[in-house]
Nanobody
């Protein structure tokens, strides 16, 4: 079992930055691919970013590519999402996820086995 806890959300003006963290329990953190998803009210949960277990591979949704960066520190069992040049449309609850997917590119919710409770990010215009 893996427990995930997000932190770092808050209120920020458009153009600002936030850094989200996701702390994971367990002894095999490096075995898991990690992903970030977000969900706005009344909308489906959408893929934002992923990083492989070793950290050697990252992939970001087109909507955030160039503005967001995903990274991980396996020694600290933590994954990060650095969000720069935030826009109002980035407003959502952001969720951290962990999984051992059978696909090389895990970009769907079904690719992940464990989820955090989420952290709210609100970007004002």
């Amino acid at each position: 079992q893996v427990q995930l806890t997000e932190s770092g959300g808050g209120l920020v003006q458009a153009g600002g930055s936030l850094r989200l963290s996701c702390a994971a329990s367990g002894r095999t953190f490096s075995d898991y691919a990690m992903g970030w998803f977000r969900q706005a009210p009344g909308k489906e949960r959408k893929f934002v970013a992923l990083i492989s277990g070793s950290g050697g591979t990252t992939y970001l949704a087109d909507s955030v590519n160039g503005r967001f960066t995903i990274s991980r520190d396996n020694a600290k069992n933590t994954v990060f999402l650095q969000m720069n040049r935030l826009k109002p449309e980035d407003t959502a609850v952001y969720y951290c996820a962990a999984g051992t997917p059978g696909t090389w590119l895990p970009v769907t919710k079904g690719d992940y086995d464990y989820w955090g409770q989420g952290t709210q990010v609100t970007v004002s215009s």
